[in-house]
């Protein structure tokens, strides 16, 4: 596995090391000595994993507040998507800033979020399944999120804005809870 911090961030992208011959090939997606080598803290305890139906769906800005704020490792293993983070930790040297990455189930990649960053795709495929390693049990007492369309992170979605779920399109814009965000926040 190779690390590569996204932009001087915490974030990281993770270039698997695969193993390939007629049949196909063979990646190793989880490894706890390879992780605390690269510096991170991370075992996961719980997975996850969606499928989304159509292309141009939006799943997110999904985190999870302290006391169980959650880390997670993301792979796209089938389909293609626009993955989307954003620091919104206070004391960050990228508070406010976003990272935007392509996955793909036919890539060896997956992106490393550490804890304290908000989490979206986008859907750029039919039928795309998402696989989640967290850092952190779900709690649905401190589980949140911002708006997909939040006007002070703009992010701009490569495809038009398809399916997205009541529960995300209810999602308060995060300048009326997080107004330190304003003056930081840069665009992506």
């Known amino acids: 596995m190779r690390f590569t911090s996204l932009a001087g961030s915490d974030a990281k992208l993770i270039d698997l090391q695969v193993h390939g011959d007629k049949r196909g090939f063979f990646a190793r997606t989880w490894c706890a000595d390879l992780f605390h080598e690269a510096g991170l803290n991370f075992e996961p305890v719980q997975g996850n994993m969606s499928m989304t139906k159509a292309r141009g769906a939006i799943r997110g800005m999904h985190f999870q507040r302290d006391p169980q704020a959650d880390a ?28 935007q990455v392509e996955l793909d189930g036919e890539g060896a990649q997956m992106l490393f979020i550490p804890e304290g960053f908000a989490h979206g795709f986008q859907t750029l495929t039919d039928n795309v399944i998402v696989e989640y390693l967290m850092g952190a049990p779900y ?12 006007p002070l992170l703009a992010i701009q979605w490569p495809e038009p804005v398809g399916e997205v779920s009541e529960n995300d399109r209810r999602w308060p814009n995060l300048a009326d809870r997080m107004p330190w965000l304003k003056h930081s926040v840069m665009p992506c």
């Open 72 to 99: 997670k490792v993301v792979r796209c293993s089938f389909g293609r998507i626009y993955d989307v983070i954003v620091d919104l930790r206070v004391h960050s040297n990228t508070r406010g800033e976003a990272f």
């Open 139 to 150: 709690v649905p007492s401190l589980y949140d999120g911002a708006r997909f369309d939040d």
